[in-house]
Every structure is written in structure tokens, then in C-alpha cells.
């Protein structure tokens, strides 16, 4: 007997998280001092994770020590989808962060092999279900 997987995220999410290629990862050290940077990121639908990679000494980068410091993180992925009238659209997911020293290579084409896993814990969208400057939908994940 087969579970069937139920997302974390609507449709409509997935399909705008699935169209980006680039977000934002915030990071914070151990004295509590934030660090933000864009980086690559694949979504993984199996498990509703977020993994973020990159190349150029990836592992030795202050977003990597921070992680090993705090692993809290918050990753955001935006754009404007119209300047006229002007239309934002975006999603924040806040979560844990796992240091993984391999797998990198694999997801993202000429990547080093460490990356981040990222688990969601709270998650903020806006502008891609309904006005982008009405409520948010935001929610917060029990897992």
C-alpha cells in the first residue's frame, strides 16, 4: 500500500517556485550578526526540501560557517512579474538548514558536492495566489 505525498506548498506555489532559479539565502552567525546571498536552489517535491548549492569554494563561504554555527536560515525567492501596473510576487520559507558534504555535484551542473538541505518551517507567500498587497498567506509546518 502506497501513501500519497501531500505537499506543504499549493499548486500554485509549486508551479511559481518550479518557474525561479535564483533566491536569497539569509543566514545568521553565532552572535547573531544576519549574512544574505543569492544562491542556486532545487526544490525537491518528494519531501517538500529545498536544497541550495553552488561552485567556488562553496564549503568555505560565510553562509557555510554561519550554518555550522546556526543552522536556522530563511531562503526567499521574488520577482515582478509586471512593471505596469507594478505586480510582486514572491514566497520566504523559513527553516533548518543540514550541512551535506556531498550531492551538490549531482543537482547542480558544475557545482562542488557540499550543499545545504533546507527542511521548511514557516511558510510566507505572496502575490502568487490572490493581490500581491493583500494578506499573505502565511502558515507554519508541524513535522
Known sequence: ??????????????????????????????????????????????????????????????????????????????????SEPRTIRGIEIRGTAELMQTGGETIFNGAEPQMFHITPKRIVSWGIEGHAYGPAHARTVNR
Not at 506543504?8 to 547573531?32: G, M, V, W
Not at 561552485?55 to 560565510?62: D, H, N
Open 1 to 82: 500500500m502506497t501513501t500519497e505525498h501531500t505537499s506543504l506548498f499549493t499548486p500554485a506555489e509549486i508551479d511559481y517556485i518550479k518557474s525561479q532559479h535564483l533566491c536569497r539565502i539569509a543566514t545568521a552567525d553565532a552572535n547573531q550578526q544576519p549574512h544574505v546571498t543569492p544562491v542556486s536552489f532545487r526544490y525537491n517535491a518528494e519531501d517538500d526540501t529545498f536544497d541550495i548549492g553552488g561552485a567556488y569554494g562553496f564549503a568555505t563561504r560565510k553562509r557555510w560557517r554561519d550554518v555550522e554555527q546556526n543552522p536556522k536560515v530563511a531562503i526567499v525567492i521574488d520577482d515582478v512579474s509586471s
